[in-house]
């Protein structure tokens, strides 16, 4: 009930508009937050790119308060999650959290804490999750980073959720020796139609997505309602999100793409639906099917959106092939136990299969 009477909220946006009042003047990579009430509607980060009164989900009329926080982004390094004294170590990075200028362990990694701690504890193996910057991302310096963090581990298989899946594409590229595997999980490697949005000019809403101005207002809401879960932060990260990113070459790591998708085709998807909303997120699930709707109601992403995890297409998440599919929108992919081992599986089985190759190789 509550994502309707929020979707409800922000759509109304679109109709009525707001006149911004701002308690301080926001200096670069400051946090604003736009209350109507009590209620934050709009997190954004501000870049200097973006008047903070006027920002692009909002218009004028009535009052909406915008309070400015200070904050410092996180620094790139290793949290222990479980520690096993096992040779193999399984590092997450985790994608994009809109709300890390709370605080270092925000809601989003204490799920990811939590879920793996398990895997870790059920397996007997380390692992760790790389926390890095996402609101003002640098994926290269993260990657970079990353490989100076783990220099002295052996063994080591990425776990990455979707934007951390960016991250793991730039420390492939460099070719560290002690990365053996990576999985990524509902990557972008090709971007996502849904980030274009954001940092689309409303005046040319109708030119790009051959739509009123109304229905692309409306998929902003929803974009911002499930990126965020009811507290949106536009940021300049979402930049690396974009449509048709070239991505890098993954290629000389052993690799598996965990995918997922949303069913909506018919009455027999309705029992996986409901399944899914008491075993997860019923937010997430609600957010994302909801995106889905809008995203293949435009014309120009209806294509694109045909099978998405209501975040990222599949033909950008299976980008490079060796694509596992699960019935699953794009936070399952990271919260599911199910998914997260039949990945650990794949990846192993290869990184096995690779030994043996080189072992054969070495001995003719």
Not at 332 to 351: A, V
Request: one cysteine or more; a negative charge.
């Amino acid at each position: 009930m509550r994502f309707f009477l929020v979707a409800i909220v922000l759509l109304g946006v679109s109709m009525f508009g707001f006149n911004i009042i701002l308690e301080s003047t926001p200096t670069l990579y400051d946090v604003v937050e736009y209350y109507a009430g009590d209620w934050c509607i709009f997190r954004m980060v501000y870049d200097g790119t973006v008047d903070p009164y006027n920002p692009p989900l909002l218009e004028t009329n009535a009052t909406v308060i915008g309070k400015v926080i200070k904050w410092q982004k996180p620094e790139e390094k290793l949290a222990e999650i479980h520690k096993e004294g096992s040779s193999l170590n399984l590092v997450v990075i985790h994608g994009m959290d809109p709300r890390e200028y709370t605080g270092e362990m925000t809601e989003y990694k204490k799920e990811i804490k939590k879920v793996f701690e398990e895997i870790g504890e059920r397996l007997r193996i380390n692992v760790y999750l790389f926390i890095y910057p996402t609101l003002l991302a640098d994926p290269e310096k993260s990657a970079e980073r990353f490989i100076d963090l783990t220099k002295d581990m052996e063994n080591i298989i990425i776990f990455a959720h979707s934007m951390g899946g960016i991250i793991a594409e730039h420390i492939a590229a460099k070719h560290p020796g002690n990365v053996k595997g990576i999985i990524f999980a509902g990557t972008p490697h090709l971007g996502s139609p849904l980030a274009n949005v954001l940092f689309t000019d409303p005046d040319r809403y109708e030119e790009e997505f051959l739509i009123d101005k109304k229905t692309a207002e409306n998929l902003r809401a929803a974009l911002l309602i499930s990126y965020a879960g009811f507290s949106a932060t536009y940021a300049p990260g979402y930049r690396y999100l974009l449509w048709q990113r070239k991505p890098l070459d993954f290629s000389n790591v052993p690799f598996v793409n965990l995918v997922g998708t949303i069913s909506l085709d018919s009455v027999e998807s309705i029992p996986g639906i409901l399944l899914n909303i008491m075993t997860t997120s019923a937010w997430d699930t609600l957010g994302l099917i909801g995106l889905k709707l809008l995203a293949s109601s435009v014309s120009t992403m209806k294509d694109d959106f045909e099978e998405t995890d209501g975040m990222v297409p599949c033909k950008s998440a299976s980008y490079g092939g060796n694509a596992l599919v699960f019935d699953a929108d794009h936070e399952d992919l990271y919260k599911r136990r199910n998914i997260i081992l039949e990945g650990l599986s794949y990846i192993l089985f290869r990184i096995l299969e690779n030994e043996v190759i080189l072992k054969k190789g070495g001995s003719q």
